[in-house]
């Protein structure tokens, strides 16, 4: 491995000393999406109507109330699976994407990724004039946008999408794009293919912007994860 690469790996891998540190980023937040999800259950057990103060849903939004379900939508889920799929996800890609981009960098672009997909799905059912009372959840729209990063910055890394069907990380992520989409076209499932594309989009910019500014570091990134 050339020295400038070792040393930049060394400084964004380097080893954490204490117990606040060597918990990661990515994992406080799947911290939070459990808590989020068990408090979730037991509001709506108690009343369905809760789901207003989790979910963020167009038509309340364009009213100017709840505003705060941009996050609190980020971290909430819709049933165990949802959940499950979500954080293994989010372990493997966003772990990976903090140690490249450093802690405060991978946050903030996480969350800046979960809002826009947030507003994207707002915008969305504006622009197609679709039902603006439905309701959506999940980390999934800010985990396609750790997926559109690294889908620039490391095109050829080797992933398992569904977990089982291996493909360099680009083509896994036009496969999920497009094959969550014929999914829920299928079968009518309440998948968020436009918070994904958002997600997504945010991802892919942000990466651009990474590579004209870091020219030579994400250089050395994309060649070493070949």
Same mark, same amino acid.
Not at 37 to 40: P, R
Not at 60 to 67: A, S, V
Not at 141 to 144: D, M, V
């Given at each position: 491995?050339?020295?400038?690469?070792?040393?930049?790996?060394?400084?964004?891998?380097?080893?954490?000393?204490?117990?606040f540190?060597?918990?990661?980023?990515?994992?406080?937040?799947?911290?939070?999406?459990?808590?989020f999800?068990?408090?979730?259950l037991i509001?709506?057990?108690?009343?369905?109507?809760?789901?207003?103060?989790?979910?963020?849903?167009?038509s309340?939004?364009?009213?100017?109330?709840?505003?705060w379900?941009? &996050?609190t939508s980020?971290?909430?889920?819709?049933?165990?699976a949802?959940l499950?799929?979500? @954080? %293994?996800? $989010? +372990? #493997?890609?966003?772990?990976?994407?903090?140690?490249?981009?450093?802690?405060?960098?991978?946050?903030?672009?996480?969350?800046?990724?979960g809002l826009?997909?947030?507003?994207?799905?707002?915008?969305?059912?504006?622009i197609?004039?679709v039902?603006m009372?439905?309701?959506?959840?999940?980390?999934s729209?800010?985990?396609?946008g750790?997926?559109?990063?690294?889908?620039?910055?490391?095109?050829? &890394?080797?992933?398992?999408?569904?977990?089982?069907?291996?493909?360099?990380?680009?083509?896994? @992520? %036009?496969? $999920? +794009? #497009?094959?969550?989409?014929?999914?829920?076209?299928?079968?009518?499932?309440?998948?968020?293919?436009w918070?994904?594309f958002?997600?997504?989009?945010?991802g892919?910019?942000?990466?651009?912007?990474?590579?004209?500014?870091?020219?030579r570091?994400?250089?050395m990134?994309?060649?070493?994860?070949?």
């Open positions: 491995m050339p020295s400038n690469l070792r040393n930049y790996t060394k400084r964004n891998l380097k080893k954490r000393k204490t117990i540190d060597n918990f990661s980023v990515t994992n406080w937040i799947i911290m939070i999406n459990v808590i999800f068990i408090v979730f509001f709506l057990n108690i009343s369905e109507s809760y789901i207003d103060y989790f979910a963020i849903k167009p309340n939004i364009l009213q100017g109330k709840y505003l379900t941009f &996050l980020m971290f909430s889920h819709a049933n165990f949802h499950f799929v979500n @954080m %293994i996800s $989010l +372990m #493997f890609i966003g772990n990976f994407v903090e140690r490249l981009i450093g802690r405060k960098r991978f946050f903030w672009f996480y969350m800046i990724s826009v997909a947030g507003w994207v799905f707002i915008l969305s059912g504006l197609f004039n039902d009372n439905v309701y959506a959840v999940g980390a729209g800010a985990i396609f750790l997926g559109g990063l690294l889908a620039i910055l490391t095109p050829k &890394l080797p992933v398992l999408v569904f977990f089982v069907i291996p493909m360099p990380m680009w083509l896994a @992520m %036009i496969f $999920l +794009m #497009f094959g969550l989409w014929l999914i829920s076209l299928a079968t009518g499932l309440p998948i968020g293919n918070a994904h958002g997600g997504l989009i945010c892919l910019a942000y990466a651009l912007y990474l590579r004209k500014k870091y020219k570091k994400t250089r990134i994309s060649k070493y994860f070949r």
